[in-house]
């Protein structure tokens, strides 16, 4: 398995300089392989969709160095929504060059790889929340991650557009975002609190207490009821 990771890892390696020239194609991960050196036969059958296969391991290994940098840091002293915030700057610091993701998105735009797009954008969001020690396991699990899939996406088209000295305006934009989902808890928070509300929302309320996150591989969504 390692030995098929390292091919994986220097078909990827290979792949990033044709990339912006040529896009997440099938022609980029043919070059990959002739400056790779590795048969093209076996690089098909490491990336079976091409293009789409070699531009998620793309954003994969941006999510393990985002972890990675998480890990490595003292986040202690923030405040939660400051851990989030920061972890989006590593998630966005892990991509050495834009046009990697300009062109990734051109290609998860298209109808047929919209899924995967989503799915890529959902992974992130996850990464976060469990490299934070989320420990949700009901309703919540599911509207975090909702919730900050939104906001990363968003962060992304505004960091693809920022030209500020260190990005420092996709800092700000990204602190303003935070604090918009933070609005949104506190909100959410009142009407529980709020006596009426709760009476009146006190079926859905019911259901969505019985909503849970997956069990086992993360892929199992969207949960379950029970």
Not at 1 to 15: F, N
Not at 145 to 163: E, I, K, N, Q
Not at 181 to 194: C, L, S
Not at 205 to 223: N, S, T, V, Y
């Amino acid at each position: 398995m390692t030995g098929t990771t390292d091919t994986a890892d220097k078909l990827l390696d290979a792949a990033l300089a044709h990339v912006p020239f040529d896009g997440w194609s099938a022609g980029t991960l043919k070059a990959a392989a002739e400056d790779s050196g590795v048969d093209y036969g076996l690089a098909q059958a490491l990336f079976p969709r091409g293009a789409v296969d070699l531009a998620l391991a793309f954003h994969k290994r941006g999510d393990a160095e985002m972890v990675r940098r998480m890990q490595e840091a003292d986040l202690s002293s923030l405040r939660y929504s400051e851990r989030v915030a920061q972890a989006i700057r590593f998630r966005l610091d892990a991509v050495p060059d834009k046009e990697l993701v300009r062109r990734g998105m051109t290609l998860f735009a298209l109808p047929q790889n919209a899924g995967d797009g989503a799915k890529a954008l959902w992974g992130t969001a996850d990464a976060i929340w469990r490299a934070l020690g989320d420990t949700s396991d009901d309703v919540n699990w599911y509207t975090k991650r909702a919730t900050l899939s939104g906001v990363y996406g968003s962060v992304v088209l505004y960091w693809l557009g920022d030209d500020s000295p260190g990005h420092h305006a996709t800092s700000e934009f990204i602190d303003r975002r935070i604090d918009d989902v933070m609005r949104i808890e506190k909100a959410k928070a009142a009407v529980r609190e709020n006596k009426l509300a709760s009476a009146v929302l006190a079926g859905p309320m019911a259901l969505m207490g019985m909503i849970r996150a997956p069990k086992g591989r993360p892929e199992d969504m969207p949960g379950h009821m029970g």
